[in-house]
Every structure is written in C-alpha cells, then in structure tokens.
C-alpha cells in the first residue's frame, strides 16, 4: 500500500513538473514545415505544442509580417528584401516551395493571419525582428485580435524595445533573449549581475537562452528573483530532459511532437 501511494506521488510530482514546462514551437513545427508560415503552426497545434514561436518585421508598406531573415533568400523563390517590399510584393512569393512540394503556394502570413490561427488556450511568443517602429502596429494588432492577455509573449534581443513594449502595455508578458558569451578569461558575458540589472531596468518577465549557453546557477538565480527562464533551440530529448529536471519554465524546440512524447513518457518511468 505505502509503495502504491509513493509510485503515485512520484507520478504526480514528475507529471506536474513537465507541466509546467511549456513546448514552444520555434517558427511553427519547422522540421517538418516550412518556417514561420500557417502550415508550419498549424503542424505544431497537431503536435501538441503549448505555443509556437513566430519572428516578424516590417514591410515598407507598415504591414507586420511572419519571416525571420531580414529578405527573403533563404524561404522564398525570389529574393526581396523586406523593409523595402510592399506587403503585395511578398503575398506573390512561395515560401512553401523550399521545403518540399507539398506545400507549394503556401504565402507569407501577416501578424493578424498568425493571431487567427491560435486556438483558444494556446500561445504565442512573439518576437520582434525589426527596429522599435514594430512596437505601434504590433499593439494595434495584438489589441484588434481576440487573443487574451495570457496567450501573449513578446520576446527579443533588444532589450529597449521590450521596455518600451511595458510602457504602453504593462500587462503584457516579455522575455529577454540573450546570447551568452566567455571572454578570454573564461568569464561569462554579460555577467549575471548585469543581466539581473537589465531585468530590473527594463522590467523584463523572463530571460531566455541558448541551451549550450544556459546553465542551472543562472535558472536559479533568476527564478528566485521572480523571472521566468526560457531556453532555445532543443531538438535533442537528453537536453530537453536536463532542462525540465532544473525546472525550466519553457522549452523552444523545432520538433515539438518528439520532445512532448519523450517528455511525457518519462515522467512516466
Ligand atoms: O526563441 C528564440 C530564438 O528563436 C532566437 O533565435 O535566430 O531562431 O530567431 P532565432
Ligand atoms: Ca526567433
């Protein structure tokens, strides 16, 4: 009997930790489906993700639209840049082709495309790829959706924008992305003193780093001083697993379906 109710305790405890470890979808379930499109998101609600993580930019028309490189080389069958295409330029690019046939004719999404397709209960992290002129456009969609405050992350590099973010939208969940280097001396840059007084100064909610670059002394130091830790790319299950064992609050993987299921099946062991 006592055996009985330990086997369940333990099962509670380890189920309730990976709950509380979200699976982010980086750029849609992009292994398997063309990047930052709706095919791709679409792909990762089937999957089971908790939220997709999406980047965006501005078009030179003021539109917000869903692609991380600065033009469109890489995802699309021609090359335009950006900031210096109309938003109707870019809906006559293919930005499925790239990753197969199958998704032929698959368009560049806007943000309000992307808002509309979250199911209710899910997420997105948002981040902001261009400059602090996305702040305005990014607001008036977010307020025009019928997306709910909880469903909502903005998350980026530039720390400024994110404070400016808070300004006008206090309400609204950030993370602070970071990339994490040693100096010659084997010292970490920036230290984790400075990153607490980013936090601080820019009332940031959460922190978010590389896995090879994130490590259990940072996760606890933050999450002690209140602020969420975040940590991408992990498409591999011994990483995942390391991290959901120092209890980090999300996991951003390009492979959503694999991580949930070796996650899930472990907590069951
Ligand atoms: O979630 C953070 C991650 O997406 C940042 O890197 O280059 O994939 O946008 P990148
Ligand atoms: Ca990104």
Not at 181 to 192: A, F
Not at 200 to 228: H, P, R, V
């Amino acid at each position: 009997m006592i055996k009985v109710l330990l086997f369940s305790f333990t099962l509670f405890l380890q189920l309730s930790l990976l709950a509380d470890t979200l699976i982010i979808a980086h750029r849609g379930a992009s292994k398997q489906a063309p990047e930052n499109t709706l095919p791709a998101f679409e792909l990762a609600w089937k999957q089971g993700a908790d939220a997709i993580e999406a980047d965006f930019r501005m078009t030179k028309d003021g539109h917000v639209v869903c692609i991380h490189d600065a033009n469109t080389k890489k995802t699309a069958d021609k090359n335009l840049i950006i900031a210096k295409s109309t938003l109707s330029e870019l809906k006559k690019l293919d930005f499925g082709l790239f990753k197969g046939k199958q998704f032929k004719g698959t368009r560049i999404p806007t943000i309000e495309e992307v808002f509309a397709s979250i199911p209710k209960g899910k997420k997105i992290f948002i981040e902001i790829k261009s400059g602090p002129e996305t702040v305005q456009p990014l607001l008036k969609a977010i307020k025009q959706s019928s997306l709910q405050p909880e469903q909502i992350a903005i998350i980026g590099f530039k720390e400024k924008i994110l404070l400016d973010i808070k300004k006008h939208a206090p309400h609204i969940y950030t993370s602070w992305l970071c990339s994490l280097k040693k100096d010659k001396r084997g010292k970490m840059k920036p230290s984790l003193e400075s990153i607490m007084k980013t936090i601080k100064a820019c009332q940031i909610d959460g922190f978010s780093s590389s896995y090879n670059q994130l490590n259990q002394e940072i996760i606890q130091t933050l999450q002690k001083q209140g602020t969420d830790c975040h940590v991408w790319t992990i498409n591999d299950t011994r990483h995942a697993k390391k991290f959901v064992a120092w209890k980090i609050n999300s996991i951003t993987t390009d492979l959503p379906e694999k991580i949930k299921v070796v996650l899930a099946q472990d907590s069951k062991d």
